[in-house]
Each structure stands twice: as C-alpha cells, then as structure tokens.
C-alpha cells in the first residue's frame, strides 16, 4: 500500500468498522440468479400444429415469475390466462379448451430474479395460419421506459451527490455548513427518484401504461420485485444521510454519514445485471466497493466546491484530505470496476456486437476524461489551490464543475443498462425442441424433435390409450416423409427406454414440413397409425 493510502486510513481510522460492515453485509446477502432468458416455446413460433395445444410451455434460462399471460384469438378478442404452473424454469400455461382453427398470439411477461420484467409474444397456428400471422410486433411502452430512465438517474444523483456530500461534509469538509443546501437538494431528488423508481418499475412489471402510475396493484408488484428492497434500503440511505447533516459536527454526524454510505452501496447490491451475476461472492462485493468509492469520489465536489467559493483556509484543508484519500479510493473503483466489466461482457467481440457493450465504451470514454481531469486536478492545481493561489482556485473550481457534469452524464448512460441485458446472459445458440401432439381413438402421443433444425435429430415419444392411462405397445415405428422436397417415407423402429419410444439417431437433411406417423402396435391383433405434421427450422 501507498504511503498515501495509510495516511488516508488513518486520517479517517474507519479501517475496522469498515471491514466489519463488509463482513456483516457480505452475511446479510442472498444469492440471486441471473437475468432471465427465454430458451423455447411449445407450440414453437411460427409453428403449425394440427391439434389445439393441451399447454404453452415457456422454458428460460432461469427461473421467472409471469405476470402477464394473453392470449389473442384469430377474431382479435384477448383472453388473460390465468392458469399456469411452474416447473423449475419451465412455466406451463393452460389454454381454453375450445380453441378453433386460425391463428394465435400468445403474449407473455415474466420477471427474472434478478428484478428486471421482460416479455415477448409467440404467433401459432391451429390447423392452418390466418393471412396476416405472420409477424409479431413487438412495442415498446416508450412513456414507462422514459419513466424508469429519469427515475434511475434521481436516484443515482441521490445516493451518489446527496449520501456521499454527506460523508464528505463531514469526513472531509469538517462537518461545516457551506454545502448543506446543495446536498440536501441531490437528497431530495434521490427520494423522487426512489419514489418514481418503484412505481414504474411496477409499471414495466405488468406491462401497464403511465395512466395507472398511481394504481395500488402496480406499486405492489414494482415492490415485490427484488428492486423493491434496493428502493427501501436507498430510502433509509438517503434519511440517514439527511440525519448525519441535522446532527452537526462531532464524531455521531461521521458514524452516521458512514452507515447512510454503506447502506447506499448495499441498496445497489439488491437488484440489477451485475449483483445478480454468479459468483455471488465476488459480484455483490465489486458493486458494493465500485458504488461506494463512486459516492465518496462524486459526494465530495458539492463541498469542494462550496468551500472554495466561501474561500479561507477551511478551503485547503478540505481540499488536502480528499486529495490524501482519494487515490485509494480510485484504484478499489477501477479494480471492481475492471472485476464487473470482465463478468459481464465475458468477451471483447461484446463490447461491439450488443447494446450493452456499446454503453460500456459510450461510459469508460467518458470515464478516462473524468480520470484525465483528475489527474490535472490532483498533480496540478491541488497543491497550489492549498496555497491560496487564486489562479489555481479559479482553475479548480472549473474543473470541479466540469467533474460534476461528467458525473451526471455518466449516470444517464448508465441508468440505460436498465433496458440492455448483459452479454453473458445472451444465448447464441439453444437447443431447441419441435412438439407435435398425435391422437386416435385408441391412444395419444407427444412426440419431441431434438433439434428442431435440419440434420441429425434425436425422436422421443411418450404413447398413453386415448384416456390417458398407461399403454404398454409391442412394437412402435417412426415414419417420417416430405413430399414436397421429394422424400419418400424415412422409416425407423423405435427403442423402448423408461422414458418413452426413441430413435436416437435419425437424419433430416432438409428444412420444412414433414409428415410424421407413428405406427404402433398394441399387440397381436391390433395396430393404430397417429399421423401429424411438424416444422423443422434451417
């Protein structure tokens, strides 16, 4: 360590307390999955099948919570399902059971785990599709993302300029008042934003418009989401930061602007991409030091500023203890900062090829600038501005004000993470499954196509008697054919394996529809042929 950094610990002798508000953060921390994605349906997009589905599955990269479940008929009348069971990632929905012919939109949003609602709709077919089913819309609710945006930023100015002008103010402004009003002001716009936050992250959850912002429901569902603990704890933050200024000067205001900053940094930890990326162990620590040293550097330009512009020595000697401590404070922000980079983006082509990454390299060009001038700042004017220079003051001040904006706009591309997953959440490529459901008045069955995709394929089929009670058959064959690329019937016998019938092995060498049949034969004297089509993708 620097001969800086022990002369910034023990100038604040916070080293102790600190580690033991780790330690008890660290126990109070549960684990959290990732941000969810969605990895198949059943019926399958597009797809066309000959008889209504028994189920709509929706099977995600990790477990959700659905919120809004629709179903659009072919006459354009919207039906809200609300039968559905969750099976580990998997939610199963129950449609109506009088579905005719025609084509379907089934809209569907869930929340992941990590907080964040995401949605998207499925176009099937009953028997054959309607003229205009072949695309989905996808709109976005422009009103509530505006909302989120402008409240995630309140917050940010709260807990970063308000907690942290806070702790400044106090650790190293020596509790004077000179900054008082301007950082109760970025307390009272991080309250705004906690509050804004909340409702229409409610509003995202189930998939409501702006005019019911002040609906009981939707600010229940914005705070059963695990961002409702991140606004609760950024609250209780903001109050303490606010109590630790009505306390005066003297050694309760330091503790208490302490606890307001690690409640601070432990509200970020609760919700959002990087706190809920694994390991756990070492994700919610980063964002907590990254969030902390990020308020203690962006807390203490108000004060600076206020101070200079009052003048006198208090000035300087404020001045000298950022400048002790903030080199410390830096290199724990780039360390964290560089471990949630490394997490997230996984790979150097993420940086370029997703959103996320481009509002990576939009934040880190304007964080060399704010280090840039920080450096000027630190090696240029400091030691002349504790002078008394008023050249280098006037210089300072400036630059501190320009800081200041840096700051802010470095909070706006941020707060646009909201609304871009990280590349580590994003599947390139899934394994997904065809279904198709066969019947005849003597038996059923679910036959699954593993991939759905032209080549070598893997065919399952669970066959129960039409009633659904056991079937135990003697023989059972696949037939699989496609006329219209001149394929005459592919024959296979299925093996029988404690899961069902199976051909592991079998090639599809073209795209399209194919005609499926299963012969079985129950026994001696007795055979049923099921018959049905299935879609196979490029």
Known sequence: MTPLCYKALSLTGTLPRFVYAILLWSVMTAAASAHASLNTTEPRDGSVVSMAPRVIALTFSEPVSPTSLKLMRPDRSTLTLKNFVLKDRTVEITPPGDLSDGSYLFSWRVVSEDGHPIGGSVVFSIGRPNADAGRTVVDIDWPVRTGLWIGKVALYVGLFFGVGGAFAVHWFADGSGNALRQVLATLGIGFAGALLSAGFQGLDTVGETVSRLFAPAVWKAGMTTSFGPTVIFAIVALALAGLALASGRGRDARWISISAL?????????SGHASAA????????????????????????????????????????????????????????????????????????????TAYGIVFLVKLGLLVLLFALAAINRWKLTSRSEKGEPAAIRQLTRSVTAETVILLLIFAVAATWRFTPPPRTLITEVQRTAVVHLETSKAVADVRITPDRAGEVAISAAIAKSDRSPLDPQEVTVVLSNLGAEIEPIRRRAEKGKDGWTVPDIVLPVPGRWRLRLDVIISDFEITRMEGEIEIAP
Do not use: N, Y
Not at 262 to 270: M, Y
Not at 297 to 310: Q, T, V, Y
């Open 262 to 270: 690690i409640t601070a940094a432990f509200a970020l930890c609760l």
């Open 278 to 353: 694994d390991p756990q162990w070492l994700m919610r620590p980063a964002v907590f030091l990254h969030v902390a040293t990020i308020a203690i550097w962006a807390g203490a330009l108000l004060p600076l500023l206020a101070e200079f512009r009052k003048g006198g020595e208090a000035a300087g000697a404020a001045l000298h203890r950022f400048s002790v401590f903030i080199p410390c404070a830096v290199l724990v922000l780039a360390v964290a900062g560089c471990v949630l980079a490394v997490v997230q983006v996984r790979t150097p082509a993420g940086l370029i090829t």
